[in-house]
Nanobody, 126 residues
C-alpha cells in the first residue's frame, strides 16, 4: 500500500551532520507509525529512532542528544536529523512504516514494520 523513498545519505566527516528524508506514498500515511533503522556490516539491524502516528518520539540511547526524528504530515515525509556524527554511525539507514499501529505508540522492533525503503548509505569518516 505504501512506498518509502529515502534520501540524504552520503559521506561526512566525524562531527558533521546529515538530514535524512523518507517520502511516503499513500493517503493513509498520517496513521502510520514510522521508524528509522540502521544496519552496519556484521551487525543486526537496530532501531535508531521511531515516531508514533500522533508524534510521540523515541531515540535510541546511544544516539540521544545527537539524532532527532520528526514528521511533516503535510509533506508525507519523515526526517532523521543527525549531528555530531561518529565513524560508528556508518551504516545503511532504512525508513520503515507500520500501517496498523496504535496511534500514540512508538515501535522499536524491526519485525513489526510492514514497509521498508531501499536504504541510504551514511558513511562517517575519521
Amino acid at each position: 500500500q505504501v512506498q518509502l523513498v529515502e534520501s540524504g545519505g552520503g559521506l561526512v566527516q566525524a562531527g558533521g551532520s546529515l538530514r535524512l528524508s523518507c517520502a511516503a506514498s499513500g493517503r493513509t500515511y498520517v496513521s502510520y507509525a514510522m521508524g528509522w533503522f540502521r544496519q552496519a556490516p556484521g551487525k543486526e539491524r537496530e532501531c535508531v529512532a521511531a515516531i508514533s502516528a500522533s508524534g510521540e518520539r523515541y531515540v535510541a540511547g546511544s544516539m540521544k542528544g545527537r539524532f532527532t526524528i520528526s514528521r511533516d504530515n503535510a509533506k508525507n515525509t519523515v526526517f532523521l536529523q543527525m549531528s555530531s556524527l561518529k565513524p560508528e554511525d556508518t551504516a545503511v539507514y532504512y525508513c520503515a512504516a507500520l500501517e496498523r499501529a496504535y496511534y500514540s505508540v512508538v515501535y522499536y522492533d524491526p519485525n513489526e514494520y510492514d514497509y521498508w525503503g531501499q536504504g541510504t548509505q551514511v558513511t562517517v569518516s575519521s
